[in-house]
């Protein structure tokens, strides 16, 4: 019986992983299975452009893997007993439980709402597909003037906020953050930022920290009402409680807990990777989630699987925050360096040039995904007579 690996995601980290397990491993030796809630890969990177302006491409999911020997299983997955080994998941044919012998745990993450009243029921977000088209829906529905609050100051808050402004400039938007807008970007950067916020007559509030969020508008801590037709929460990302309710060991927001290898480390022969691994980084810092950090640690779990699997060498990919690209409309955008201690260099790339380098980033990362087993042949190695368990955590 081939040994059975379960990817749980289909999303950068996921999808990228699959493609390469079936390029490593020899397929009469392994089984790879997928699952994933939607039929395609979601581009998420591009889904506040979603939200404000025409679709994405598609890529559908089966399409990608056809010809890899990689399954797909189109399913959400609901449970995950790390013990027994065995994903629950609901599909169209109903309630189904997988075994599986090697789990890769790539589920990503969603909308953080911090706990703040209102925020499920009345706020938009642009963290998912399905959320993201919603907004879009609701943005076309005042056909002209109305007023879009975006709440959160950081990278995806600054990208929908300036991604709508651009595409509907028919609309008020107003940015409302706890901290300062871009309070982390080195100074030029800021300058930047600031002269776009302006140039795209966004209003911001800064140090304005939101209690409640209702149907029409937002109430700040210290009682401030901003009124809003569309109300857009933008205030981090948190991951599934799935990883947390099975077994698995968590940080406390919840992520997978794994060594340098991304093997959990509570139990042998499940991996995690992306937004919802607790991955560290080479600075001794939990490595960002980002989709830099999604394809490093995928290569990584891949390496690790494969070495356990085959008895391999196991080789360290590079696991480095290097800093954050962010989009301001189409037209800008700015690429800001952080060092070591992840403080931001004084050196940054923006305006056009940066946008440019962006979009050059987002068509990479796309056709990567589209092409899971892009470099095929490689080596397809045979597992071992006795695969290894690798209890032992490999420490940073
Ligand atoms: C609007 C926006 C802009 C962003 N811009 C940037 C950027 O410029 N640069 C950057 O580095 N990062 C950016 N990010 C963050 C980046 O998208 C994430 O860090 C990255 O997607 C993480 O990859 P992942 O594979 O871990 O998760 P995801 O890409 O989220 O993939 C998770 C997959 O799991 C599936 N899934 C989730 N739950 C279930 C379930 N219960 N059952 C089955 N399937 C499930 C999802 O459908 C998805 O396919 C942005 C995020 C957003 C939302």
Redesign the pocket.
Known sequence: MPHRITV???????AYAAGRLARHLHPDDVEITV????PD??E?????QLAAGPDLRRYELAELFAGTGIRLRP????AVDAERRTVT?TGDGGPDRLDHDTLLY????TVADHGVPGVAEHAFH???RPSALRLRRRLDEPAGNGSVLVVGGN??GI??ATEIAESRPGLDVTLVTSGELGGWLGPRARRHLLRAFDRFGIAVHEHTTVERVGATGVVAADGTAFASDVTVWAAG?AV?P?AAASGLAVADDGRVLVDRLMRSVSHPGVYA????AHAIGRNGRPLP??????GATAMQAVSAIVGDLTGRRIPKTTLAHLG????LGRRDAIYQLVDGEERSRSWALCGRPAARA?AAVLRVAAFGMAHPTFGMPTRRYRLAAEPDRATEVVAA
Do not use: Q
């Open positions: 749980l995601g289909a999303g950068y980290a996921g699952v994933n809630a939607e890969f979601v998420r990177l591009r889904l506040h399913a959400r997955v609901t998941v790539a589920l990503g993450s642009v963290a998912g990278l995806t990208e929908v990302f599934h799935i990777v992306g937004d919802s989630m980002s989709c830099a950090s999604a954050n690209h962010l989009s962006k």
